[in-house]
């Protein structure tokens, strides 16, 4: 992917998300800041810098500031003392606002603010879960996360019962109940579908290759748009009977 200069500024070429394999490739991001100055007309930010796990990135400070003076800050919080600051290989964990402090004779310029998005060159696409209710175990949790740096991402989750007895599984669970929680734990709602291009339940399940479920059975399939975050499935029996169910998790990928 190569860079392109936009108003003097050296900035990526297009933003790359988690659903990019990893470059084989070492790719290179700088970005040119510049003097953050009181202005009576709203100027746009800096596009953000997006960029995969494994990129390396480079900040320069504004042309005015004076080197050895230059201390980085990340979040706010004073960060590094260096004239460039420069990751040899960004990983998620460098995602942040970043911005660039100077002594110029006696007076601290602070330059524009420019964020950095890093993430991850593979996505996982399905975890499951198979696990029998009833007794003791009365429902199971399947936790996962969206990781810091990541868009919105539009989750497919399933709590499958009757369908799996098309896989020779003799017991399952009739009537599934299934719910998804924040880290706060709040029940979480489905997006409704379509919506401004997201895909039908069947058409999720479809594109990320999952098993299509029994028509009108009692299995549940339902779509999520989840920032980044720890997210809990709550899967249990809706009628407190027992048998073997299924949780399952997809990322799945839109256009």
Same mark, same amino acid.
């Given at each position: 992917?190569?860079?392109?200069?936009?108003?003097?500024?050296?900035?990526?070429?297009?933003?790359?998300?988690?659903?990019?394999?990893?470059?084989?490739?070492?790719?290179?991001?700088?970005?040119?800041?510049?003097?953050?100055?009181?202005?009576?007309?709203?100027?746009?930010?800096?596009?953000?810098?997006?960029?995969?796990?494994?990129?390396?990135?480079?900040?320069?400070?504004?042309?005015?500031?004076?080197?050895? !003076?230059?201390?980085?800050?990340?979040?706010? $919080?004073?960060? %590094?003392?260096?004239? /460039?600051?420069? *990751?040899?290989?960004? +990983?998620?964990?460098?995602?942040?606002?970043?911005?660039?402090?100077?002594?110029?004779?006696?007076?601290?310029?602070?330059?524009?603010?420019?964020?950095?998005?890093?993430?991850?060159?593979?996505?996982?696409?399905?975890?499951?879960?198979?696990?029998?209710?009833?007794?003791?175990?009365?429902?199971?949790?399947?936790?996962?996360?969206?990781?810091?740096?990541?868009?919105?991402?539009?989750?497919?989750?399933?709590?499958?019962?009757?369908?799996?007895?098309?896989?020779?599984?003799?017991?399952?669970?009739?009537?599934?109940?299934?719910?998804?929680?924040?880290?706060?734990?709040?029940?979480?709602?489905?997006?409704? !579908?379509?919506?401004?291009?997201?895909?039908? $339940?069947?058409? %999720?399940?479809?594109? /990320?290759?999952? *098993?299509?479920?029994? +028509?009108?059975?009692?299995?549940?399939?339902?779509?999520?748009?989840?920032?980044?975050?720890?997210?809990?499935?709550?899967?249990?029996?809706?009628?407190?009977?027992?048998?073997?169910?299924?949780?399952?998790?997809?990322?799945?990928?839109?256009?």
């Amino acid at each position: 992917m190569k860079p392109m200069y936009v108003a003097g500024l050296l900035l990526c070429a297009s933003t790359l998300s988690a659903q990019f394999p990893r470059s084989t490739s070492t790719q290179t991001a700088t970005v040119q800041l510049q003097v953050a100055v009181p202005t009576l007309v709203a100027l746009p930010p800096l596009p953000p810098c997006n960029v995969i796990c494994g990129t390396q990135v480079r900040f320069l400070p504004p042309p005015s500031s004076v080197p050895g !003076t230059i201390r980085w800050y990340r979040n706010g $919080v004073p960060f %590094a003392d260096s004239d /460039v600051l420069q *990751f040899a290989s960004a +990983s998620w964990v460098d995602t942040g606002s970043y911005h660039a402090v100077s002594n110029v004779g006696g007076f601290f310029l602070a330059s524009e603010n420019v964020t950095l998005a890093v993430q991850s060159g593979e996505r996982l696409v399905n975890v499951s879960t198979r696990v029998r209710l009833g007794g003791a175990q009365s429902f199971v949790l399947c936790g996962f996360v969206v990781t810091p740096g990541a868009s919105h991402l539009l989750v497919l989750v399933r709590a499958v019962g009757p369908s799996l007895t098309r896989f020779g599984v003799t017991d399952p669970l009739a009537n599934p109940a299934l719910k998804l929680t924040n880290v706060d734990g709040l029940e979480l709602p489905p997006v409704a !579908t379509p919506d401004g291009g997201v895909p039908s $339940v069947a058409e %999720a399940a479809n594109r /990320v290759g999952a *098993f299509p479920l029994g +028509s009108g059975s009692a299995d549940i399939a339902r779509l999520y748009r989840l920032p980044p975050g720890n997210y809990t499935v709550h899967l249990s029996a809706a009628d407190g009977g027992s048998g073997t169910a299924l949780c399952e998790v997809y990322h799945v990928p839109v256009d």
